[in-house]
């Protein structure tokens, strides 16, 4: 989506709060093997991601990166004041005295990147080389997962190409957009020292930079644990993939197992993500999700939530939670939304469905399954009852399930202050913080 850049002080304190993991690769004893090519975690993310989805197939195949090496002042930055030191030294870099940036090419681009070699000319006078420093991988959109065969770290970058593996054909990746889904980003960090989720994890994205003449950015999404191989994460295409779907089921069916494993758990992670900061996914297809194995690839019960360029904020907890800043910043694209909760979910929305899952499977169970798991996890976090405003669900053949629910009522209201106060002091005048929040409390 495209934002309007509003410049908000408030969201700069913010980011205070914000906390990453650096890599430590010297604690991690990085072979120079996995320094080429990422970690074992790294690679069969890469491998199910284009090997293992229903809309486009592809290799695995470990690229030789482009990039250019750009004068630093030619570009704009936002960066986390606790972004990792390896994303740092990554891109900003000493070269004859004087600082530059390596701007990442996308791999399938033939047209924007052309706009930059135009722009760093007129600038410097010369065209800009290019370099090959980063090796990586394609995934099954746009983004890329890129390998810093430096210090081993892995990480996700969004640049312009105008070739998808998807439905998109062209997306442009704007710097404008690129520093709102900054803001976004410090907006969810801001309650890191305060709560611990149960449920999602939220892959943040802590540095962004840009040459706002031509309107193009890098915007870089940490990859959690997978960095680290204390995770790996399965892409919900891949769990519906025909093969991979049942592999990962075994004797149970594969309708029940991903039922359990991953429709009941999505819709308790998005309760978070809509119960703590009032967001919800614009197009929230299983391309946008991951499920969280342990180091034996067994289900955890936790899903990782992508690409926080895509969401939809409510103003009335925004505002409630004094980050104002952040539904002004999503107002001029439309994805604010006022006195209604929009939540929906497309498991195989774009996709091509399994044959072990037919329709009324999809949206009987999975539908039905998702979003009492929704309004239940929903309740419990923020003390409202959130069944007592769910309309009947809306659905499409293997697309969306959707629920708008209406909340300016002076119920929802009340819970809301509630909340605002327990999430911040840990306590409140106003009774008994939920129990949902309480045994999220950090200690």
Known sequence: MRFTLLFIPTLVVLSAGCKFRNFNVESKNVSDTDKIQGNE??????????????????????????????????????????????????????????????????????KWYKEVESFVQTKTGKAPAQFEYFNGYLTASRSVIVVDP?????????ASTNNTAGRWTDKKQQWEDGKDIRAVSEYIARYDKKLQLKNAVILQEPMAFGIKDID?????????????CEKF????????????GKEFAGQTSPVEFWNETYVKPLGRALAEFAGVWGLSFDSPHSQNFLIELDKSKKPTGRVILRDLGDVFVLQEQTDRLNAQGVARRLEASHNVKNGELHIAVGLLHGNVPPNWVNAEQYKGMWGRSFFDSFEREYSLLTGFE??????????????????????????WRSSM???????????TNLGVCPAGLIERFRK
């Open 41 to 110: 975690c790294v690679r069969q993310l890469a491998k199910w991601e284009t090997e293992a989805n229903g809309v486009s197939s592809r290799p695995s195949t470990l690229l030789k990166l482009k990039n250019f090496e750009i004068p630093a002042e030619l570009v704009e930055r936002d960066v986390s004041e606790k972004v990792p030191t390896e994303l740092q030294k990554a891109f900003f870099f000493q070269k004859d005295g004087k600082e530059y940036v390596r701007w990442l090419i996308q791999p399938e681009d033939s």
């Open 233 to 244: 994460y399965l892409p919900g295409f891949s769990a519906l993939h025909e093969q991979v």
């Open 216 to 228: 193009q950015a890098n915007v870089i999404r940490l990859l959690g644990e997978v960095a680290t």
């Open 386 to 411: 959130l069944s007592s405003v769910a309309p009947p669900m809306d659905a499409s053949t293997f697309s969306y399930v959707s629920k708008i629910y209406p909340i300016n009522n002076n119920a």
């Open 150 to 158: 430096e210090s081993g770290y892995s990480f996700s970058l969004k």
């Open 417 to 427: 202050i509630k909340f605002a106060e327990c999430a911040d002091r840990q306590k």
